[in-house]
């Protein structure tokens, strides 16, 4: 049967297929709250792990501290008591002091210079949110 020309072919059916503008609003706001989610998360790890190296370090530095006034109080009293017999006992303790404050001086530097490369700045987090800024500025998919 041919159609008349007042008769309107009838309208196409909306797909079920395709998603509202709500929808996808919706999706999009979902995503994001999982992407910060996860970069939290991520975060929270990179910290964890830095902290983890300053403590190792704290603790170098505490032990080396601990050591070096063991080692100063026995191994001066020994040298201490080896220089009085070739010269006056209170010179012989300022000498051991002396190279004491330099061994102490030592430990010190390297223990700085051990925190010194700890980075608590989460490295990999602030290049993903980089990356997500740059896709959520010219998203390819």
């Known amino acids: 049967m041919a159609l008349s020309s007042h008769e309107r072919p009838p309208a196409p059916a909306p797909t079920a297929a395709e998603p509202s ?46 050591a070096g006034h063991v080692v100063l109080l026995f191994g001066s009293l020994t040298v201490v008591f080896a220089l009085a017999n070739v010269m006056d006992p209170a010179w012989a303790a300022l000498i051991v002091t002396a190279l004491w404050a330099v061994v102490g001086a030592v430990l010190y530097a390297k223990g700085r ?17 980089k990356e997500d800024a740059r896709w959520a500025r010219h998203p390819t998919s």
């Open 21 to 66: 503008l709500g929808d996808l609003i919706g999706e999009i706001g979902q995503d994001l709250s999982q992407l910060v989610r996860d970069e939290i998360e991520l975060a929270k790890a990179e910290i964890k792990q830095e902290s983890t190296k300053a403590g190792k370090a704290v603790g170098m530095l505490g032990g080396a501290g601990y």
């Open 113 to 129: 210079k051990r925190l010194r490369t700890v980075n608590l700045k989460p490295e990999q987090t602030v290049e993903t949110l």
